[in-house]
């Protein structure tokens, strides 16, 4: 309920034009495995198998931007694929690109 509670507040404060994305430095693996982490036990819950494709090799430890957005997007995405898919596996692919 808290989570959504934050999303819409976020919504509200986008909307005004108060809303002040935060740009700091994080690791882009810790933020996607801790996100991965907390939606398996979702995927558990409906049969799912959810797996990781971080091409670790492109993609750089460290970023800038907003941690908490990206986690809420990340979070979004595979709460959508958990509950519209008829497949059993869902992946998360983290990829890098220059553009």
Not at 14 to 25: A, G, I, N, R
Not at 57 to 72: L, M, N
Not at 78 to 85: E, G, K, R
């Amino acid at each position: 309920m808290m989570y959504d509670l934050k999303n819409i507040q976020d919504w509200d404060l986008l909307k005004s034009s108060k809303f002040k994305p935060v740009s700091e430095k994080f690791n882009l693996k810790e933020a996607v495995d801790e996100v991965t982490e907390m939606m398996k036990l979702r995927c558990d819950i409906k049969y799912n198998i959810l797996t990781l494709d971080l091409r670790a090799s492109e993609v750089p430890t460290y970023v800038i931007g907003d941690k908490v957005r990206f986690q809420q997007v990340a979070i979004n995405l595979l709460s959508n694929a958990i509950n519209n898919t008829f497949e059993k596996n869902i992946t998360l692919r983290v990829e890098y690109s220059k553009d």
